[in-house]
């Protein structure tokens, strides 16, 4: 399943309003802010249909997934948007992302936990808001905010130190850029390891972390905690190292560009468990049998010339390196 839902549904008292872009979103929030009251009307309209008194519209039939037979229940659900509860312990096991892998289903999960076994995108973390009221109807209408912007460098950042997720291609590029700059560059190996590393880099200057957005969303909650308290963390998240290259625009491709432009109609959700996948395959594919060859483990040296190099940096916006 690839491509962006749009979900509606409404009773008599609320009327919820969002759509659904990737694999995995997840919905945040405290109690009494409408999470679980959004899960029961999916079910309710799942079980009893227009008889429940809810009105629903999507093009893709949706679900709850929840309890011990959730296995069971997966094993019968394709093209569906799943919505699972916080209360459903599972969704933290290794055996749920193993499960959800190579599905064409898309998933909704309420959580006020980071899923760390889940590669989801920093974009795809909502909450729930009140935006207005249904006068004559008096109904309440809901919708989903970004809880973190897709921007997170809005000043001109020098740093003192740049610590990466990667530690392939994107690490030996930072580094290249570094060779004769007044900052280092070092690896994390890990997105589970950048906070450990900043908490040993916390007395730097300008701490910057570089990371893949795409997959990075577990670690936004202690991460954002961080920046907010300290005011030398900066934080950089694109899609990944390889969407910044072909967003570069070294590859002069019309395919690229129209992708870009639009990568939710072309990422097909049981190829790709996350976006930073997509683009990595996709930017292999691109280069193959070319000077820019492009490989994971090992960066080709022509994107540390003078005029490649230059491309991909200005996509660093307000970051001098």
């Known amino acids: 399943m690839k491509g962006s839902y749009r979900i509606i549904i409404q009773n008599s008292k609320v009327r919820y309003d969002f759509e659904i872009r990737r694999n995995i979103t997840i919905i945040k929030g405290n109690s009494a802010t409408g999470k679980t009251t959004l899960i029961e009307l999916i079910l309710e309209y799942y079980e009893n249909g227009e008889e429940s008194g809810i009105q629903f519209s999507c093009e893709r039939e949706c679900a709850v997934l929840a309890g011990r037979d959730w296995e069971a229940t997966l094993a019968t659900k394709s093209k569906c948007i799943l919505f699972i509860d916080e209360g459903n312990r599972f969704v933290h096991s290794t055996e749920f992302a193993k499960a959800i892998q190579n599905t064409d289903n898309y998933y909704v999960i309420v959580t006020r936990e980071g899923l760390v076994n889940l590669p989801y995108s920093t974009e795809e973390i909502y909450g729930i808001r009140e935006s207005g009221k249904y006068a004559s109807l008096k109904q309440v209408y809901n919708e989903l905010y970004h ?175």
């Open 147 to 321: 809880l973190y912007g897709t921007e997170t460098v809005t000043e001109r950042v020098v740093p003192s130190k740049i610590i990466v997720e990667d530690s392939n291609s994107g690490l030996e590029f930072f580094k290249g850029l570094s060779e004769g700059k007044n900052y280092s560059v070092v690896s994390a190996n890990g997105k589970s390891n950048i906070f450990s590393n900043i908490i040993q880099n916390i007395s730097e200057q300008k701490l910057l972390i570089i990371a893949d957005g795409a997959a990075f969303g577990s670690e936004m909650d202690r991460i954002m905690k961080l920046i907010s308290e300290k005011k030398n963390i900066v934080s950089y998240l694109p899609e990944s190292f390889e969407w910044l290259i072909l967003k570069s625009g070294i590859i002069d491709v019309k395919e690229i560009r129209i992708v870009l432009e639009k990568p939710v109609d072309y990422i097909e959700c049981m190829d790709y468990f996350s976006w930073e996948r997509f683009f990595t395959a996709f930017l292999i594919k691109m280069t193959e049998q070319s000077y820019l060859q492009y490989t994971k483990r090992k960066l080709n040296p022509v994107y540390l010339q003078e005029q490649e190099k230059e491309k991909i940096c200005r996509q660093l916006e307000n970051i001098e390196l």
